[in-house]
């Protein structure tokens, strides 16, 4: 049974930093590309960041370039999202999510799915 779950949400101030993390099982994750989405009430979930398999490769969205880092531990089968000058608008819960496809930007490239972890920002 595949199973990605993440963990490290909480709440941040807003300038502060967060790593987020999500442990995959259940099969061999190394061919797949890496993902983080986010969803914030009332909207649709939206890209974050993602890794290939080879960890040569990372993308982002625009907003998050230069503030969050994707990585991944293939060894333990980690993957990672640091956060650092968090603002306010990054509030919203995170997940983390695989991808035979790499480089994909959209939620339906994705067919595992973790549950959620929560980021609240205080300004």
């Known amino acids: 049974q595949v199973q990605l779950v993440e963990s490290g949400g909480g709440l941040v101030q807003a300038g502060g930093s967060l790593r987020l993390s999500c442990a995959a099982s259940?099969?061999?994750?190394?061919?797949?590309?890496m993902g983080w989405f986010r969803q914030a009430p009332g909207k649709e979930r939206e890209f974050v960041a993602t890794?290939?398999?080879?960890?040569?490769?990372?993308y982002y969205e625009d907003s998050v370039k230069d503030r969050f880092t994707i990585s991944r531990d293939l060894a333990d089968n980690m993957v990672y999202l640091q956060m650092n000058s968090v603002k306010p608008e990054d509030a919203a819960v995170y997940y983390c999510?695989?991808?035979?496809?790499?480089?994909?930007?959209?939620?339906?490239?994705?067919?595992?799915w973790g549950q959620g972890t929560q980021v609240t920002v205080s300004s």
């Open positions: 259940g099969r061999t994750f190394s061919n797949y590309a």
């Open positions: 890794i290939k398999w080879s960890i040569t490769s990372t």
């Open positions: 999510a695989a991808s035979p496809y790499s480089a994909r930007r959209v939620p339906s490239d994705y067919n595992y």
